[in-house]
């Protein structure tokens, strides 16, 4: 029998998600079909429940549902914990298990496809909302030489930087701290690109063969990619590797098999103009 999964959020029309597992089940020979729910503001138990009542086997959670889909389950791993949100559920009759891969993915993207080591290197994140919060773990696994977090609300890098202190060498800020520091990987992980604007970053950060990295997906040359580039960064790279690889873990936990990504990333890639 055909297992069915889907993306659920609100708006969910833009959502790449049943492309990417429609070419993995392809490529990997596995019977499944991958749906898109837009989930009614404030329905989203409700949605999720009438999927589980029609036998469907998992779901991915995009905005604004991470928070639901986080209360929603009954077992969370302990990165789900970490990152206090949800992008992929699986279902086994009464259980409701509940993972975040937006972090993992973007490690596997920077260490293996990009070829960039995180390990003893100094590595800075630009933000600390959501998307911060779930790369943490992740990060400090490769052991990095330091992890800061800088931040427009300085209070919550340092909250955030405070809570995973004891799982690696990690320090909180603002933007004003980060002059005369240099950073080996940079990463943006503000929601500013998303309306074209630019964190208040000095274009100093950048050391010798940075890697620059804009977490956002096929938005071009944001005014991020743009600072690092007249910097003299030749590294750049945008979030499709990301998109890519959360989805290939999701796909992995589901069906026990890893997609290639090489397929799906060369076909979402947006150029960086
Ligand atoms: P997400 O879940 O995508 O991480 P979020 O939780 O809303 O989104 O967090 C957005 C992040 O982008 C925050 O760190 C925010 O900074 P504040 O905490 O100070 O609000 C940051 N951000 C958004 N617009 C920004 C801008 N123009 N300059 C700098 N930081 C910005």
């Known amino acids: 029998m055909t297992d069915r999964y889907a993306v659920i959020g609100n708006p969910i029309a833009q959502s790449k ?71 992929a559920l699986k279902f086994e009759g009464d259980r409701v298990i509940a993972e975040n891969f937006d972090g993992v993915g973007l490690t596997r993207d920077v260490v293996q496809n990009l070829g960039c080591p995180l390990a003893g290197r100094r590595v800075l994140m630009l933000g600390a909302g959501g998307a911060t919060r779930g790369a943490l773990l992740p990060f400090l696994e490769q052991q990095p030489e330091l992890l800061v977090i800088a931040n427009r609300t300085v209070e919550k890098a340092q909250a955030l930087a405070g809570e995973m202190a004891g799982k ?52 071009g040359l944001t005014p991020f990619l743009r600072l690092a580039q007249n910097a003299g960064v030749q590294h750049l790279a945008d979030g499709v590797g990301m998109l890519a690889e959360q989805a290939a873990e999701a796909f992995l936990w589901w069906r026990g098999v890893r997609p290639d990504t090489r397929a799906v990333i060369d076909k979402l890639t947006v150029p960086l103009v």
């Open 168 to 219: 690696g060498p990690i320090r909180g800020g603002g933007y004003a701290d980060l002059a005369g520091q240099q950073f080996d990987v940079v990463f943006n992980a503000t929601s500013a690109s998303l309306r074209a604007e630019l964190p208040p970053v000095p274009a100093t950060v950048f050391a010798p063969g940075c890697l620059a990295y804009e977490l956002a997906y096929g938005k």
């Open 17 to 87: 998600s049943p492309l990417i597992h429609g070419m993995f089940a392809q490529a990997t020979g596995q019977d499944i079909e991958y749906g898109k729910i837009e989930g009614p503001l404030g329905g989203f138990a409700a949605a999720v429940d009438a999927f589980r009542a029609a036998g469907g086997k998992g779901l991915n959670v995009t905005a604004p549902f991470k928070l639901d889909a986080f209360a929603y389950a009954t077992e969370r791993s302990e990165r789900a914990q970490l990152a206090g949100a949800v992008n």
